[in-house]
């Protein structure tokens, strides 16, 4: 079995616009902020490098994606990485979790959502081929 590591920065940018488009505003204002997407493009590319797929993965052939929730806060924190959806595969998930705890800061966010945080939701794609 071969894993190939597919990162579609394309689909990835289209995603994050359509997340981040209704997900921040200022303060208690209802109005939307508008967020730089390079900041979210970066925040994908440091937890994908720090990734480290799992080798053997006894997974059918395809598209394995596991939503994650992550929060940074205005100092550039990372405060919460949480799997919004496990995998059924035990071992992808503690992959997941372990890039996780390697990235524990990041650039501050140009613009911080409700209560002074970042949050966005990014994908981790495993293409596995057999």
């Not at 940018?13 to 204002?29: D, E, K």
């Not at 937890?47 to 550039?76: C, H, M, T």
């Not at 209560?115 to 293409?127: E, P, Q, V």
């Amino acid at each position: 079995m071969t894993i190939n590591r597919a990162c579609c920065a394309c689909a990835f940018a289209a995603v994050a616009a359509l997340l981040l488009g209704g997900c921040f505003g200022g303060g208690g204002s209802r109005r939307k902020a508008a967020v730089d997407p390079r900041y979210s493009n970066m925040l994908h590319g440091r937890f994908y490098r720090a990734w480290e797929q799992p080798a053997g993965l006894n997974a059918p052939r395809g598209k394995i994606s596991v939503p994650v929730d992550v929060q940074i806060d205005a100092r550039g924190r990372v405060s919460n990485f949480k799997i919004a959806q496990p995998s059924g595969y035990p071992e992808l998930d503690a992959s997941i979790r372990a890039a996780g705890r390697r990235v524990t800061e990041v650039e501050p966010p140009p613009i911080a959502g409700t209560g002074g945080a970042f949050k966005l939701r990014i994908f981790f794609d495993l293409d596995v081929k057999r």
